[in-house]
């Protein structure tokens, strides 16, 4: 068990997502500092906007656990505000986990990944961390088994805090897992708009992984069976 660290925990689908309980149980494993500060409600592809000129509740749910009315971005801001006393470099920010994937141009628009790279922001180790959906019930197997051991390797992988990690799991048993790869980002876009009528437009947020993806490309190897993770600039 290592304490050593302080385990920041956030994400974009809110405090009661299944997801962040999986986290929690997760970090669990590795320590026994956690802190959360997760969004009152769903922020999906709220991407880094932040609430500005308003006040920005902020209320304890549990020990060491806040609900935040705002963005991943705020929680982010407001959660470092409150722990402000900890030596940053001490901390480990963990966004996520994120129901469906985020590849491609995907982190142009995901909460997930903003929350990881406002971390970056102000020089704190992040990472975002999602899941395939596939639109049907998610298989957390391979995630629970592989999640501990990709990030207590990630805590002592020396890389600059200016950089975060964007890691994606397919939804599958931890025997269908081919192995981890370092990739690309893909070209992967936003779902393609649907008209409901003349006044009306609805933008899904899943959509299939494109035929046209390339090998070493976080969309191409996810399909393939292997848990991808890319890493980004701030």
Same mark, same amino acid.
């Given at each position: ?5 302080? =385990?920041?925990? +956030? &994400? ?26 997760? #969004?009152?409600?769903? /922020? ?6 932040i609430t500005? &000129? ?5 209320? @304890? ?9 705002? +963005? #991943? ?32 141009? *995907?982190?142009?628009?995901?909460? +997930? ?6 971390? !970056? ?10 899941? *395939? ?13 592989? !999640? $501990?051991?990709?990030? *207590? ?9 200016? =950089? %975060?990690?964007?890691?994606? =799991? ?14 690309? @980002?893909? /070209?992967?876009? $936003? ?7 003349? &006044?009306?437009?609805? @933008? #899904? ?9 390339? !090998?070493?490309e976080d969309?191409?190897?996810?399909? /393939?069976? %292997?848990? +991808?993770?890319?890493?980004? *600039?701030?």
């Amino acid at each position: 068990m290592n304490n050593k660290n302080c =385990f920041f925990l +956030t &994400n974009d689908d809110g405090y009661n997502a299944a997801g962040l309980k999986y986290l929690k149980k997760i970090v669990k494993q590795i320590s026994n500092n956690i802190w959360v500060f997760a #969004p009152a409600k769903n /922020q999906s592809a709220k991407s880094h906007s932040i609430t500005i &000129n308003k006040n920005i509740n902020i209320r @304890m749910s549990n020990k060491k656990e806040y609900i935040i009315n705002g +963005t #991943p971005s705020d929680c982010v801001i407001l959660g470092l505000e409150k722990i402000k006393n900890k030596k940053k470099k001490s901390i480990f920010l963990i966004s996520g986990i994120n129901e469906g994937v985020n590849l491609g141009y *995907d982190l142009l628009y995901s909460g +997930t990944v903003a929350a990881a790279r406002e971390g !970056a922001l102000n020089n704190i180790k992040s990472m975002a961390i999602s899941i *395939d959906k596939c639109d049907k019930k998610i298989n957390w197997k391979a995630l629970e088994y592989f !999640a $501990p051991k990709i990030i *207590d390797e990630l805590i002592k992988f020396k890389l600059s805090n200016n =950089f %975060f990690l964007n890691v994606n =799991f397919p939804s599958s048993d931890k025997k269908q897992i081919k192995g981890i790869k370092v990739v690309k @980002m893909s /070209q992967r876009k $936003p779902g393609k708009l649907k008209k409901i009528d003349n &006044n009306n437009y609805i @933008m #899904p947020s899943e959509r299939k992984i494109l035929k046209s993806a390339k !090998a070493n490309e976080d969309e191409f190897e996810l399909r /393939q069976g %292997f848990i +991808t993770i890319t890493i980004h *600039d701030k």
